[in-house]
């Protein structure tokens, strides 16, 4: 088991509410980076947070955003939920060099209806 | 274009068989390659990871894979396959260039018959 930790674990909303996703990273990793796991898919890279600044982004719209906190704890927040935002949202911690692995948590799993 | 391609979406296998999963990828620099295996509601665990030098990489749980540049594959093997290795598999790729992030496969969901 990593020690990365996620809440909820579960959550439902209704189509244009808002929502924030948290996570708390392993001890020692200063990134974090978030990934949305569509049903049947392989997860996909929303952003990357480091020392507080988001380090990345993927193909995903302005209203998915994130902070990091001085504690290297981040939050997911999506404005407007659509449907297709139903997901497992999967945060990783990692350190900041390219040759370590990330640690991914159990994911929250959200269903927009 | 950065992608990883996992040919097989399910595969079934009995019980002691051995196991090959496909992976290939499609990368312009030297890859960071990694295997990651998610239980039904659950997050990804990583199974094993290659960075450089000895192309064989052996994981937990017994499994390992080989990377074959020239055939730019990062395949997932185990010699006996135990029932409670059912789950899905992700390949997955670090990029080395930009952010550092993971490009993973679409996954292939393992079933082992008793």
């Known amino acids: 088991e990593t020690g990365v930790t996620q809440s909820p674990t579960h959550l439902i909303k209704t189509r244009g509410q808002q929502v924030t996703l948290r996570c708390s990273s392993q001890?020692?990793?200063?990134?974090v980076s978030w990934y949305q796991q569509a049903l049947g898919q392989g997860p996909q890279f929303i952003f990357q947070y480091y020392r507080e600044e988001e380090n990345g982004r993927g193909n995903f719209p302005p209203r998915f955003s994130g902070l990091q906190f001085p504690n290297y704890s981040s939050e997911l927040n999506v404005n407007a939920l659509e449907l297709d935002d139903s997901a497992l949202y999967l945060c990783?911690?990692?350190?900041?060099?390219?040759?370590?692995?990330?640690?991914f948590g159990q994911g929250t799993r959200l269903t927009v209806v | 274009a950065q992608s990883v391609t996992q040919p097989d979406i399910h595969i079934t296998v009995s019980e002691g068989a051995s196991l090959e999963l496909r992976c290939n990828y499609s990368?312009?620099?030297?890859?960071?390659l990694f295997w990651y295996v998610q239980s039904p509601g659950q997050g990804l665990q990583l199974l094993l990871k290659?960075?450089?030098?000895?192309?064989l990489v052996q994981g937990i749980k017994g499994f390992e894979a080989e990377f074959k540049r020239s055939q730019s594959s990062f395949n997932l093997r185990k010699p006996s396959v135990h029932w409670s290795d059912a789950a899905e598999y992700f390949c997955a790729v670090g990029t080395t260039s930009g952010t550092y992030k993971y490009i993973f496969g679409t996954g292939t969901r393992l079933k082992v018959l008793a």
């Open positions: 290659y960075f450089s030098g000895d192309t």
């Open positions: 990368y312009g620099a030297t890859p960071y």
């Open positions: 001890s020692g990793h200063n990134t």
């Open positions: 990783a911690s990692s350190g900041v060099a390219t040759n370590t692995e990330a640690f």
